[in-house]
């Protein structure tokens, strides 16, 4: 048999074992633990309420929130392109993306705080007190910055910590699972001391409750992420050549996955809403709707991870896709018509159970829509190495969010502008508004996020990634890791010997 001849069969029988070899388990217990909680870290906090933040206690007004977000959006994109870049050349003795995690921790942290004691910084301004305003964008630029590095590495870190991809589905649906039991937590409860501030239940000012929760959840959720980085490892093999530019334009072009996951992303970002808690607390005055609607879908969220492994068994990526991402569509689509008939949006008898059922409903697919496309996401990582032979994460991660950022800054100038439009009052609250407005904020929040991305639907039918592609696209990434794994080592053991 030729040497050639032999390499190739030696590769085939590599190919031939992968799936027994293949379900070696990288990830230790205490890893998984510290996965986990990282995964919490990144919902523990009152974002929900950020909006409400911004309006009504900081007080900026909408015409520079408009600005701020244009102007933000578009440092964004520029910082995005370089600081991915940045990422994908780092070679280093404690990773690739590690080194760039622990350096965000601290500044990430205090810059958080900041931004959260701003009205007590700020006291007693108007929404046009140009001080506060100014620190507000230059706040929003050094924030921006920071977050997109840490955003960058943070894809990277998590699409590397195992080579097996059973296993990785396996941490990001635990992770998933039972970080919904913590990490809604401090919007529930913010929500239900809203209420008791609003209603007179809780003497307490509406400002220092704001500042008491964003300053408390920014503490648990940075203790939180800085454990995972100081625990978690990067296992999946890089190229010790770095890609030029060429190189990493190159895995992108020829990434369909990731141009389908990009142009689909691109296309949802059309979808406008003014969210639902403007709606709750201005319109039905009760900030815990959200936690009361969703009482029975709580019981019914860490069901549906318990067949998301069955699910990818029976079903095409592409199909578990749509239906992980649309079914609210329809549902959202039901609530608008109740509230619609004999001004039922103003009804808390009518609207709480035509929520609840849309929550409870939407949370039989909710572990789909959660696992689906954070798979995806790693599988095109993958899908660009195969093609290629380099792993572009930066890249890969900031061509995905490129587009949808382009549309989402557009899309929240349009949002404050409609919310000044149809004449909403800042800082007015409960009972405030006018009719004509609350009914706006209801149809802005239920039918206008259905209609304006509707179209997200199209790419989803042409992705293929899934059955024997897949299988074939791994079986070969191991092959040529564990050939990349033995050269490494064979130069480091010949370096070791030493000379005579």
Sequence with gaps: MSAEAQAVSTVEEEVRE???KHNRRYVGTKETIAYVMYDISLSFNIDKYRDVFLTDILMVNFAF???VNGVIGVWDIINDIFL?????????RFGKFRPYL????????????FYWFMPFIFAGTSPYYMPKLITYLVLQFITNLAV???????????????????????LITQANLFSGFVEKAPEIIMGVLIDFVNRGVL?????SLYVAGGAFTTLVAGGLAFYFVLVAKERVMQNVEKPAIKDSIKSLITNKPLLLITVEQFLSAFSINSGLNLYYINVLGLASMSTIVGIPGAVVSPLSYSYVPKAREKLSTKTLWILGSHSDNILLTGVFLVGSINKNFKKLSVMIPAFMLRETLWMTVYGIKKVIPEEMRNEAIDYGEWKTGY???????????LATKLVSTLGAMIRTAILNSIGYKQGAGFGGQSESTEFSLFAMSTALPVATGLLAIVPKFFYDLSGEKKEKMYAELYARRKAMEDKVNKEDSEKEIPND
């Design 148 to 170: 997109s590095l840490n955003n960058i590495a943070r894809t990277g870190m998590l699409a590397t910590i195992t080579p097996n991809i059973i296993e990785r589905t396996r």
């Design 391 to 401: 792993r572009t994460e930066g890249m890969t991660g900031v061509t995905k969010d």
């Design 65 to 67: 929130q408009t600005l």
């Design 84 to 92: 991915a870049a940045l990422v994908d050349k780092t070679r280093t």
């Design 203 to 207: 003497n307490v000012d509406m400002r």
């Design 18 to 20: 992968v799936p027994h």
């Design 102 to 113: 622990i350096l965000y921790a601290i500044p990430g942290v205090a810059l958080t705080l």
